[in-house]
């Protein structure tokens, strides 16, 4: 590792400062599970690093306009141990509990996970799925990306994550997240799948369906032509069987030791079946038909 400069701002307004000077010199360090890493490997030689750990506020969990808004320097552990966050977004906690092993949750962070932007990370399908944004801020003033447009170079070098905000739940919705981890239980997934689904108020058919899978590209995909089967139909057995079809063609995964492309493409398939399927669980009685597919 090459010699660098170490700051340890208290405030926001001084993270941006120091951002401003050092420009894409600086590299921000959160839990440094990445960035360490990264370090040492030498594929990354920052001047100056700028750590999040005493900056004062951006770690807080918080009810917004009815959502939930996460400071981005809050660790995963903290999500997924948050009782406003299990009661309002439960999906959320289990999704962060997810990730790795608890010494890994106990440093990463939310931002610094986005920010990282590993296609393979957990919690961006889960907040595809639920419609969350981030806000990224510099000293020239602050902007909202939609998680679902995030990806690796999206942050300009001066700017920082300060919020995730995820909006609640809508009325008759039910929401799922399938890790398959056919290796070790803290392996990054082979393939993942997140689906929110809204009932029209019969509970008989979809008024809207949010589809999204993780570790199948070059970032987290959302399944819009997936989605598009189901909205405005009947929940039936063969639609959700339709929707992993679909699926499966939005998919570009690439052969490695977590499984082939052509396994993980049929995987994704049989994972969005399955979220969907779960997502429904408590809102509905599943067509047995469904649920018999779902034991194979
Ligand atoms: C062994 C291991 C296994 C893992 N397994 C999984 C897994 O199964 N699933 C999963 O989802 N994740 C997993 N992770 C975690 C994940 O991939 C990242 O390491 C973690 O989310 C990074 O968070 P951090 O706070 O440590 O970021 P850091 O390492 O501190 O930083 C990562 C990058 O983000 C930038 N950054 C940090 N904070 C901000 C911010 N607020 N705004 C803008 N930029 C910022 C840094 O400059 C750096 O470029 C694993 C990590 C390890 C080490």
Request: hydrophobic share 45%.
């Amino acid at each position: 590792m090459q010699a660098f400069e170490y700051r340890t701002p208290k405030t926001l307004k001084e993270v941006q400062q120091d951002l401003k000077q050092f420009g894409s010199d600086a590299k921000l360090i959160a839990g440094g599970t990445a960035l360490v890493i990264m370090m040492r490997q030498r594929l990354v030689r920052p001047a100056c690093l700028i750590s999040l750990r005493s900056v004062r506020g951006l770690d807080r969990i918080a009810e917004k306009n009815g959502g939930i808004a996460i400071g981005g320097a809050t660790t995963h552990r903290a999500v997924e141990s948050s009782a406003l966050v299990k009661r309002r977004l439960p999906l959320l906690a289990e999704t962060y509990h997810h990730v790795a092993t608890v010494r890994v949750r106990n440093m990463a962070t939310v931002g610094g996970g986005l920010a990282h932007a590993d296609p393979n990370q957990d919690p961006p399908p889960t907040l595809i799925a639920l419609g969350a944004t981030v806000k990224a801020s510099s000293a020239d003033g602050s902007r909202t990306i939609p998680v679902e447009d995030y990806y690796e170079t999206v942050l300009k070098p001066d700017e920082i994550i300060t919020e995730l905000y995820v909006p609640r739940l809508a009325a008759n919705s039910g929401a799922a997240f399938l890790k398959f981890l056919p290796r070790t239980a803290d392996d990054y997934a082979t393939v993942s799948a997140a689906a929110v689904v809204t009932l029209d108020k019969s509970k008989k058919t979809f008024s809207d369906v949010r589809i999204a899978l993780g570790s199948v590209g070059t970032t987290a995909i959302r399944a819009r032509d997936a989605e598009a089967v189901l909205r405005g139909q009947p929940i039936k057995a063969e639609a959700l069987a339709e929707a992993g079809e679909k699926a499966k063609q939005a998919v570009d995964p690439i052969s490695d030791f977590r499984g082939s492309a052509a396994y993980k493409k049929e995987m994704a398939g049989v994972f969005v079946r399955r979220a969907l399927a779960k997502a429904l669980e408590g809102l509905v009685r599943l067509p047995k038909a469904a649920a018999k597919k779902d034991r194979r």
